[in-house]
C-alpha cells in the first residue's frame, strides 16, 4: 500500500495531476490518502495507523509518502524506530539537523531535496544519514534547473517505482 500523507500544507510535488499517473505506473499497488490535520508525531501515528488498520494491510507492506513538515515528521519517527514501514518516500523536507541518534530501520529511506536546503555539511540530517546502515537514497535537485517541480516530481515518481517494486517482492518472499 502506497500511503499519501496529505498534510495541511499544499504538496508541491504529490499533486492531483501527478498522483493518478503514477497510479497507473504501479497497478497492483493499493494506494490510499492519509490525511493529517497537522504534522505532529501523534497526529502522523495515529492516522497511518487506522488506515493500516482501514485497509487490512502490514506496517512493513506500506510505503509512506508525503512532502514538507509532514514527511520531515515520518522520517523521524522512522529513523526512531516508532513507525514501522516498508519505504518512505520524502519530497521537499526540511535538512535540520535529527535531535536524536537514527535507529536501524529496514525501510528503504528516499528523500528529494533542493540541494541548496541540503548541504553536505555534519550538522545536516542527510550527512547522519548517509553514515548509517540504512538503505537510503537521496536526489538532490539544483535550484538552478528550469521546472524544478517537474525534475522533483520525475525524481519522485523513479522512487515510488522503485520502493513499490520493493515492497511487491519482500511481500512474495515473506509469505504476505
Not at 29 to 50: G, K, M, N
Amino acid at each position: 500500500m502506497v500511503a499519501v500523507l496529505a498534510g495541511p500544507d499544499a504538496p508541491l510535488v504529490a499533486t492531483p495531476a501527478e498522483l493518478p499517473r503514477w497510479r497507473r505506473l504501479t497497478p497492483l499497488a493499493l494506494w490510499s490518502t492519509v490525511t493529517v490535520r497537522d504534522s505532529s508525531p501523534d497526529e502522523i501515528l495515529r492516522c497511518v495507523a487506522a488506515e493500516v488498520a482501514r485497509q487490512d494491510v502490514e506496517a512493513p507492506q506500506v510505503i509512506l509518502l508525503g512532502e514538507g513538515k509532514v514527511a520531515r515528521t515520518a522520517l523521524e519517527l522512522v529513523l526512531r524506530g516508532t513507525l514501522d514501514c516498508a519505504g518512505l518516500l520524502a519530497i521537499a523536507v526540511p535538512c535540520a539537523p535529527l535531535p536524536f541518534r537514527i535507529v536501524p530501520t529496514a525501510a528503504a529511506i528516499r528523500l528529494v531535496v533542493q540541494r541548496e536546503n541540503c548541504a553536505d555539511a555534519p550538522e545536516f540530517f542527510i550527512t547522519t544519514l548517509q553514515a548509517t546502515d540504512i538503505d537510503a537514497r537521496i536526489i538532490r535537485l539544483d535550484p538552478a534547473a528550469a521546472k524544478v517541480a517537474r525534475a522533483a516530481a520525475s525524481a519522485a515518481e523513479t522512487f515510488v517505482l522503485e520502493l513499490v517494486a520493493n515492497a511487491s517482492r519482500q511481500s512474495r518472499h515473506h509469505g504476505v
